[in-house]
């Protein structure tokens, strides 16, 4: 249950982070900030990808006599 419950708060976080409001957007600053390249998509995917491959990887090992 953690591991679903951590993946939802990484999708949460991350798409609070791709949503942010046209008035931050639109600050002469914002292009370079590292929040104006989220792609959410992509992003959330590599995140998941990577969050449970760790997970997997480390439950084998935790398996492993």
């Known amino acids: 249950m953690d591991l679903l419950f951590?993946?939802?708060a990484m999708?949460?976080?991350?798409?609070?982070v791709a949503d942010l409001p046209?008035?931050?957007r639109a600050h002469p600053g914002?292009?370079?900030h590292p929040?104006?390249?989220v792609d959410f998509g992509r992003d959330l995917s590599r995140a998941l990808s990577d969050?449970?491959?760790g997970a997997w990887?480390?439950?084998r090992?935790?398996?492993a006599p």
């Open 11 to 16: 999708t949460r976080g991350l798409w609070q």
């Open 51 to 53: 969050y449970w491959r």
């Open 61 to 63: 090992r935790h398996a």
């Open 30 to 32: 914002f292009a370079g």
């Open 57 to 59: 990887e480390m439950s």
């Open 35 to 37: 929040f104006a390249r």
């Open 6 to 8: 951590r993946s939802f």
């Open 22 to 24: 046209e008035t931050v």
